[in-house]
């Protein structure tokens, strides 16, 4: 039972990837999923969380410019349109099940089913 990552790669400045979140061994609905990154030497931090429903949240006002979730329930996948894509960016990228139907802007508690990220590098 987890979430696989996949869709990340070495990317230009402004460029744009689409990471894909696949889960095995569970179903994805009813349960929000999220989106976290952890580059070299820094704490992992949330990127982006989407309910059950389908109303994406963003952690920081650079990604919400910038990314875009989505989810296809029949497809059991999530994924993540990142564009104008920055070396600061650059990050082992995660997703997650949250133990809920909703995501919270302000709590990035309650998630598990961690899997094997995908690497996202962005050069200048």
């Known amino acids: 039972v987890q979430l696989q990552a996949s869709g990340g790669g070495l990317v230009h400045s402004g460029g744009s990837l689409r990471l894909s979140c696949a889960a095995s061994g569970f179903t994805l609905p009813p349960y929000a999923i999220g989106w976290f990154r952890q580059a070299p030497g820094k704490e992992r931090e949330g990127v982006s969380c989407i309910s059950y429903y389908g109303d994406g949240t963003y952690y920081r006002d650079s990604e919400k410019a910038r990314f875009t979730i989505s989810r296809d329930n029949a497809e059991n996948t999530v994924y993540l349109q990142m564009n104008n894509l920055k070396p600061e960016d650059t990050a082992v990228y995660y997703c997650?099940?949250?133990?809920?139907?909703?995501?919270?802007?302000?709590?990035?508690?309650?998630?598990?089913?961690w899997g094997q990220g995908t690497q996202v590098t962005v050069s200048s």
């Open positions: 997650a099940r949250r133990r809920s139907r909703y995501c919270s802007q302000y709590d990035q508690t309650g998630f598990t089913n």
